[in-house]
């Protein structure tokens, strides 16, 4: 075992692996604000956010997590949504923060979602990606999905891939978020300054309250416990992305992809980021 790989068999020793498959979201979350406007319903199988005027809301799941596998079905504010922003993003709460971030800017009715990702380690983040989704998020559930293991993190709509970060730690000193524990969050909140058309549309406030719903949490995790072993041969702990779905994210970033910071020659014109030859 190298030195590396022993580093992190030894942090995630006070872990064990958690899987709530479809999980209860009165057993998993809580719902942290809001005031009322976050609503566990259906026997805690449904869970809504609401923004009005006043306030959004947001929820927060009960455990820590050091590597696994996300899931959460959305369905996003219909209608006239711009200057909403839905997010939905695993963080650590030390201030040189690790953070995986998917956030979904509202939009004019008729103007696609953008899917906008960041991924932060050690408080340093400015490494956004966007993209359109192909489908309409505000008719049904989707499942977003982040994959977080030692040597990746991997974005997932419905099992396709939108974006993957590697561990280059070792050969370019890049960090990466190995060692803070992560909790889930989500919020739905008024973001017109800059959310759509980077603050041109402003929230419509005549069309609130705004909603969106979430469904069938599922967290394949390591949380804080005391068994190795359980989580070590978890198969995501190791898991790439295939031939197939290399294919999926090319495709994905070929005709989907908004903005890319790994591109922006304008924004980096001393270099783009080290981390952008592999990513």
Excluded at 94 to 104: K, L, Q, T
């Amino acid at each position: 075992m190298s030195c590396c790989s022993q580093s992190i068999f030894l942090l995630i020793f006070a872990f064990v692996a958690s899987s709530a498959a479809g999980g209860n979201f009165y057993q998993e979350v809580d719902v942290s604000w809001g005031d009322g406007r976050g609503k566990i319903l259906n026997n805690g199988n449904l869970l809504t956010l609401s923004l009005d005027k006043s306030s959004g809301s947001g929820f927060q799941s009960k455990n820590e997590y050091l590597f696994g596998k996300i899931d959460l079905q959305i369905k996003l504010v219909p209608g006239n949504s711009a200057g909403t922003v839905t997010a939905y993003y695993l963080s650590s709460q030390e201030p040189n923060h690790d953070e995986i971030d998917f956030e979904f800017l509202g939009n004019l009715s008729g103007d696609p979602y953008i899917v906008h990702t960041n991924v932060y380690t050690q408080g340093k983040g400015n490494r956004e990606m966007q993209f359109y989704l192909w489908f309409d998020p505000t008719k049904d559930f989707h499942t977003y999905s982040f994959l977080w293991n030692p040597s990746r993190i991997v974005f997932y709509v419905d099992g396709t891939p939108l974006r993957e970060f590697k561990n280059q730690e070792a050969t370019k000193g890049i960090p990466y978020p190995k060692s803070q524990a992560m909790r889930l969050y989500s919020s739905l909140w008024d973001a017109d300054d800059w959310a759509t058309r980077g603050g041109l549309v402003k929230t419509d406030w005549s069309q609130a309250p705004f909603s969106t719903s979430f469904m069938n949490f599922n967290a394949d995790a390591c949380v804080r416990g005391t068994d190795p072993s359980a989580c070590a041969s978890k198969a995501w702990m190791n898991q790439q992305l295939d031939a197939e779905s290399l294919n999926k994210l090319k495709w994905v970033q070929s005709n989907y992809m908004v903005y890319n910071y790994c591109t922006d020659l304008k924004r980096f014109p001393q270099g783009l980021p080290p981390e952008c030859s592999a990513n």
